[in-house]
């Protein structure tokens, strides 16, 4: 009976060490939030999910969440409803995605800011928004209708690619190639 019960206990113990080497080791390199709080960044995980992209995902990120991830990408879009929804304003947003990026920068994640929303999700609140992170971002893409403006080729960095693409749809393809630039796929 010793014999069993001692058995039992290191296979258990086995399956645990085993678990949690696991969990690090496929602990997602991809962190995603949004900025603004508009559901965009929601679609933009779903296209991942459907990528096999293992993200963690956190609408309000702080900057001590991230460890270890190889990419940040930050959706932009503004909603007042999602701000209140969040309890914040949009000032304390703006500086949360600002803190947010100088951590990735000090940490050496990649920075990819996406406009998913197209037209629709442009005006004065996004706009804030995205005055705030583009020229912060390494790689933009946005989905047609967003950039009609011109804006953020305005105020992006200089040599930072700008991808335009007709719908949330075909993000996959930009995503796939910035993911295995950086080393993800």
Request: net charge negative; no cysteine.
């Amino acid at each position: 009976m010793r014999t069993t019960t001692r058995r039992a206990a290191l296979f258990l113990l086995a399956a645990i060490i085993l678990i949690s080497a696991s969990s690090v080791a496929f602990a997602a390199q991809v962190a995603l939030t949004s900025v603004g709080q508009s559901p965009d960044a929601m679609m933009v995980m779903v296209v991942l999910k459907n990528m096999k992209v293992e993200t963690d995902f956190d609408a309000l990120m702080k900057p001590e969440d991230l460890s270890g991830h190889k990419v940040l990408i930050a959706v932009v879009g503004g909603s007042s409803k999602g701000l209140g929804a969040a309890g914040i304003n949009q000032e304390q947003e703006r500086d949360r995605a600002l803190a947010l990026i100088d951590k990735a920068k000090e940490t050496g994640a990649r920075i990819l800011v996406m406009h998913v929303g197209g037209a629709g999700r442009r005006g004065t609140l996004s706009d804030m928004f995205i005055e705030a992170v583009v020229p912060l971002a390494e790689r933009i893409t946005i989905v047609k209708g967003g950039n009609l403006d011109g804006l953020f080729d305005r105020i992006k960095g200089e040599n930072v690619p700008v991808t335009e693409v007709e719908t949330i749809r075909a993000i996959e393809e930009p995503l796939k190639s910035d993911l295995s630039d950086w080393g993800v796929l």
